[in-house]
Each structure stands twice: as C-alpha cells, then as structure tokens.
C-alpha cells in the first residue's frame, strides 16, 4: 500500500496536459486543450483537457478523470498500478506501508505478464552482448546489416539461444512462474505437457506499448532452412494484441506528434534504418496487417500518414490495401515509391542516412498520383482495363469522409486521367448513394441492444445506426445546476444586498435545506456538501472530482467542464460582447436556486391536480383544492422573482 506522502507528492507532480499529451495529440483551444479521444472511435475531437483544473472530459463517450484516472482508463491500470505509472515519469520515489513477498513477482496476474516480458527482454539483450553464442550470431548479424550500436540498444534487440529451455531456465531460476512464461507465448507445452522455448536461435525484436513496456516479441531466424519460419512473432495474449500494436510507437510518438507526420513501414528492419538515418516519426504494422486499430493509433497523434512499402508486388498490393483504409479514417495520405525494388532499410543501407532522409522527405506522391501510375503501367493501353482502374480510385475517393477534400481529389484526379470532372462527380454520387442504401438497410434492421453512444454520426454516409431523441428531465437539469453551481463559485463570498460575508456554497445549501433532490448522485453530492459545511468545512471542487465514490467524481468532471469556449474573434473582430454569468453572479445563483424550486412546486401542483382527479370525498376533495391554490400562488411568486432577478 502506497503511504499517503507518496500520493500526495505524485498528485502535486503529476500535470494532466504531460500525462494525457504523451497519449493523445492536443492542441490549445480557447482555455482548454483538445483532441481526439483515445478511449472511443471520432474523427471530430471532443476529448478536452481543462490545465487550470487538472481534468480530462470526453464529450463524446463520457470519459473524465484526473491524471490517475486517465493512466487508469487507459492502460487499464489498478489505482496503485496507476500511480506507480505516474510516480516513474516523475522520478518519485514509492514507499510503500506494506511490502508482501506477492509484490516480487507482482500484484496480479496481468502484472505478472508484463514482468516477466520485461525478464525476458532483458534476458535476450543480455544474450545478446555477453554471451559467446549471442555476440558470436546475433550480434554480428545485426552489425553485417549495418545497425550501429545506439540503434541497437535503444531497441533493445537481443538473441534467444540455439536452446530448447535457455529462458525457462532463466526465468524459473529468477523465480518467475511458468504459467505466466506460458501465456505471454514465450515458452510452449507440446503433446507430452513438456515445455520448450518458442524462439530459439532468433534475433530478438521486443514489442513495446505506449508507456514503453515490453508486451511481446518478433523473432528473426538466421538459418537458410526453408521448412524454419523466418519469423515467429508472440502469439495474442492479456498484454499483446497484434491489431492494437504498431512497432516503434513508443519511440516514434514524440516526433510524430511535432512533426506532424507519421511515416509507415512494414517491417521491424526498416524501422531501425529510419531512426539511424535521423527519421524518429515512423511505425511498422509488423506481424499482422494494417488494421483499422492501427491507423486509428496514427490518428491520436496526426492527420497525416506517409506510406513508405516496399516497391516489389506484394509491397505495392500493401500500400493499396492501407491507402484505402487510411483514407476511410479521414487521414490524409502519401506514397514514397523507392527506385529498383528497395525497402527502406535496403535503401537506407545502399545510399546512407543523409541521402535516404533527402530521398524520402522530396518524393512523397499523392495517393491519386501514385495510385494512377501504379495501376495504369498494369493496364498499358487497353480502355477496359484503363476504365476499370478510373473507377477504382474514384471509390478510393469515396471512402474520403471530408466531401471538401473529396471535391478536391475529384478535380485532381479529372486532370490526372482526362476524364470530365462531371462524370467523375456521378460515378462518384453513385458510390456514395450506394453506401447510403446499405446503411439505410442496416438501420432498418439493427436491433437496440447494436447501438452504441459512443459513435456518433460524423458525416451522411456514416454506416452507425442513431438512436430516438431522448425527452431531458427538466427536474435533474435543475438539480445538476445547482451542483454546478456549488463547485464552480461555492467557495466565493457573497456581497449581495443584508448579505454580508458568507460563502455562495452556504448561502445555497441554507436556501435549498426544504428541497429533496432526487438525481442519485446529486443526492449524494449535495449530503456530502452538507455534511461538511455542518463540519465546518468549505468544500471545493477538487474534493468531488478526485472523490473515491467514481460517479460522484465523474459528475462533477462533467459539471465542472465544457465542450463549448467562447472565441476571442466575436469582440475582437465583430465587436459583439457576450455576458459572462458571472457579471452578475447574484442573478445567476438565484436563478438556479428559484428555478429548482419551480420545478419542484411545478411538480407537486402536477401530484396535486392527479390527487383531487381521483378522490371522491367531497370534504378532502376541498381540502386538496385549497392547498393547490396556495400552492399555485407560490408558483406565480416564483415566477415573478425569476423574472425580476434575470431581467437585471
């Protein structure tokens, strides 16, 4: 257990903006900071982070916390897990009350997997550098091809021995389980229930996550036999998930995100030869295909992706598979062609960094450009062929979600291939209208259980179902107001005509003590409030957002945060001033307070007029009348002091 000291000082270190910008592109928007959200699908950013209050709120899946909850949320962290995470970034030492002999090999068994990835990796490295065999195979391949030193240790490639248990060895020997050996697929149990070692005789690639945790492994054989994979990558398991991963990320995100740009490759190999001729910004999809998840991760950090494939068939089969499946996330998309069939490390290799660096940075085509040309040398002349290819990169252009950019493409590809931009607009109408049927007929049979919240509609011809409109309770608008209210000014005293020197948050609370809430959470929230002010104590608003109780906490992100700022350009250019509420914080307060009270005597006249529908005896009958018209003339008070209040 963490001693409160510890937390306290990772809490006082740790910046939302740091924490959440090494995981997600943000840029500065009015006050707050944005981007898009890295716990749902969007192409429009509504992931916003609030410095001065030290929260994130997504506006599109809901999302919100501090710089605990985010490493929480988002590496799916334990809150100890979480804060061991941020306490490492910033060099804070963890005591710890309790030290149990379980935190040696791990607080859980996901943990575990990770530790003993992280042995494995070090176990390889250390193969690698001291070991005869490793220094001998390994790492005199990794020099033939040309990789220096630095490269190879910021990688930190390694070599698995020519053994059948070298690691299991090691690893039962530094007291690591062989179950969790088992399901990070480092070792196998073959039909006899014996366990052996999957990479054997291998250059060793490690995996990272975005934190720079090792999850997995590549490994490369060095022997000619042809029946011997050349190969073998970590099967899927609790920490690795082929489809979510993109190689060199850890390394790369940084410079992706100042850049602006993300260089995509296929292999481990060509990674290393872009970071050693000075190019950090690039990823491999390495050990699966490019997947939807994959450029998705692209996105988090830039809307721009060049493709650098290898230029033989199936490299360039590649690059027109992910080009179209780039462009359907919305990014924008480029092709480097390299000269006589290399890859990018064979080129590199061939020509040196500073060349490479030169070659890559002036050659960048336009996915139409090098879409035509490629296409079109297959065709030659033949106009079936030729007209066959026009329409494929008009449905490439189709899969654009912008139609700005679409219209854009379209006229650059009407140039291109001298084709009248009218014919490609309808050939173009046509695939999209296509597209459109298809959804229309998806929705007509989704059942309501298939919507999810989380996606919603970014263009005409998005494929998710939409759900009905929802009716808003007024009645739990009112009352989330008033929470508002009390964490955003309750901490602010009031100046207000015979009220001197007491604080907004008592001033609420004394008028609000004959109003039952009903929303759960603000029922809680207003006890809680309360409770402490009788303490005498004056919450604010932090102690609600880092509340323990997480609705609570993520009611009061909610409340405390906004997806709409206000921009400077409606004074400074148009000369139009927009009224702060808190100009007249008095009306405001007031307001929220008398506009609850309405709801609930609105509410109870509603009670009332179905009481008096449904008695029968006369006498109670009046009786109940008599109250409705008190009650009614409460109302109209009501009324005419919200009309006074919000008229000055």
């Not at 501090?66 to 962290?77: C, L, P, R």
Request: some cysteine; aromatic content about 10%; hydrophobic content about 35%.
């Amino acid at each position: 257990m963490i001693n409160s000291e510890t937390i306290n000082k990772i809490m006082d270190a740790a910046r939302i903006e740091e924490v959440v910008g090494d995981f997600v592109a943000l840029k500065k928007r009015g006050t707050s900071l944005i981007g898009n959200c890295p716990f749902h699908n969007e192409k429009t950013p509504s992931f916003n982070v609030s410095v001065t209050k030290g929260i994130y709120k997504c506006f599109g899946c809901g999302k919100g916390g501090d710089a605990v909850h985010f490493i929480m949320d988002h590496e799916k962290y334990s809150y100890p897990e979480a804060l061991k995470f941020l306490a490492n970034k910033y060099n804070i030492p963890v005591e710890e009350t309790i030290q149990s002999p379980q935190n040696i090999e791990a607080q859980n068994a996901r943990e575990a997997l990770y530790i003993v990835s992280q042995f494995a990796s070090g176990f390889f490295a250390d193969q690698l550098w001291n070991a005869s065999e490793g220094r001998a195979v390994g790492l005199s391949y990794f020099k033939e091809r040309g990789f220096r030193e630095d490269v190879i240790k910021k990688f930190e490639l390694g070599y698995s021995p020519d053994s059948w248990d070298a690691l299991i060895n090691a690893a039962k020997g530094a007291g690591h389980k062989e179950a969790y050996l088992e399901s990070t697929g480092l070792v196998v149990k073959n039909d006899k229930g014996k366990l052996y070692d999957r990479f054997r005789g291998r250059v060793m690639f490690p995996i990272h996550n975005f934190t720079g945790r090792v999850i997995g492994f590549g490994g490369r054989t060095l022997k000619t036999d042809k029946n011997v994979p050349k190969y073998v990558n970590s099967p899927e398991s609790d920490i690795y998930h082929k489809s979510n991963v993109l190689y060199g990320l850890y390394h790369a995100k940084k410079a992706v995100r100042d850049l602006d740009n993300c260089y995509l490759v296929e292999g481990y190999a060509d990674v290393l030869s872009a970071h050693q001729a000075g190019v950090e910004n690039v990823v491999a999809s390495s050990g699966t295909s490019l997947t939807t998840e994959q450029i998705r991760l692209i996105g988090r950090f830039t809307q721009n992706v060049t493709m650098l494939y290898d230029g033989d068939a199936a490299g360039i089969k590649a690059s027109l598979r992910g080009l179209d499946m780039i462009l359907e996330e919305g990014l924008n998309v480029k092709v480097v062609n390299f000269p006589d069939g290399h890859d990018p490390d064979s080129y590199m290799h061939l020509v040196g960094s500073g060349a490479f660096k030169h070659y890559i940075e002036n050659n960048r085509k336009d996915f139409i450009l090098y879409k035509a040309d490629t296409l079109l040398k297959e065709a030659g002349k033949d106009p079936i062929k030729r007209a066959g290819i026009i329409r494929d990169i008009v449905e490439s252009i189709a899969k654009i979600p912008d139609n700005i950019k679409a219209s854009v493409f379209i006229r650059e590809c009407s140039h291109l291939l001298q084709v009248e931009e009218r014919i490609l607009l309808n050939e173009l109408n046509s695939m999209r209208a296509a597209k459109f049927k298809k959804a229309n007929n998806q929705q007509s049979n989704y059942q309501p259980s298939q919507f999810h919240p989380d996606q919603p509609p970014e263009n005409l011809f998005d494929d998710s179902p939409q759900p009905a409109p929802v009716q808003t309770d007024q009645e739990e608008v009112q009352e989330k107001e008033i929470v508002r209210l009390l964490l955003a000014y309750g901490h602010e005293l009031v100046n207000w005509d015979k009220i001197d020197n007491m604080f907004i948050g008592s001033f609420i609370i004394q008028n609000l003590s004959d109003v039952s809430f009903k929303h759960p959470i603000c029922k809680r929230i207003i006890a809680a409030y309360r409770d402490e002010i009788e303490n005498g104590q004056l919450p604010v608003a932090n102690q609600f957002i880092k509340s323990e109780d997480r609705e609570m906490a993520d009611l009061a992100i909610t409340l405390s945060t906004s997806p709409y700022s206000l921009s400077e350009n409606w004074y400074n250019r148009h000369q139009i001033y927009v009224r702060d509420e808190t100009v007249n914080l008095k009306a405001t307060v007031l307001g929220g307070i008398f506009h609850l009270k309405k709801r609930k005597v609105d509410q109870i006249l509603l009670d009332l007029l179905q009481e008096i529908k449904e008695e029968r005896d006369a006498t109670n009958q009046e009786i109940l009348m008599q109250r409705y018209a008190h009650i009614k003339n409460v109302e109209k008070e009501i009324s005419k002091f919200l009309g006074s209040v919000i008229l000055k």
